[in-house]
């Protein structure tokens, strides 16, 4: 019986982030966290980070390739 194959996760950092997805520091950031005074700039469907270590952060690269691929798939659709 052949044994299933996984797909690595690789973690992304944020330059590698910013550079995925076009968007700033700032941009990416304010996507994360609700602002009453810039509603506009949260999406509770942008990927949430994880922790890799005492002071740093990460992406999981799936996860960022599903959000690009549903936002490419919702701007097609208007």
Same mark, same amino acid.
């Given at each position: 019986?052949?044994?299933?194959?996984? #797909?690595?996760?690789?973690?992304?950092? *944020?330059?590698?982030?910013?550079?995925? &997805?076009?968007?700033?520091?700032? @941009?990416?950031? %304010? #996507?994360?966290?609700?602002?009453?005074? *810039?509603?506009?700039?949260?999406?509770? &469907?942008?990927?949430?980070?994880? @922790?890799?270590? %005492? #002071?740093?952060?990460?992406?999981?690269?799936?996860?960022?390739?599903?959000?690009? &691929?549903?936002?490419?798939?919702? @701007?097609?659709?208007?």
């Amino acid at each position: 019986m052949a044994a299933p194959t996984t #797909k690595a996760l690789t973690i992304i950092r *944020r330059k590698q982030l910013e550079a995925r &997805t076009g968007l700033s520091r700032s @941009s990416i950031y %304010a #996507k994360m966290r609700w602002n009453p005074k *810039r509603p506009g700039d949260f999406d509770s &469907t942008f990927p949430k980070p994880i @922790s890799v270590g %005492a #002071k740093a952060v990460g992406w999981v690269e799936s996860e960022v390739d599903e959000w690009l &691929t549903a936002r490419v798939a919702a @701007s097609r659709q208007k």
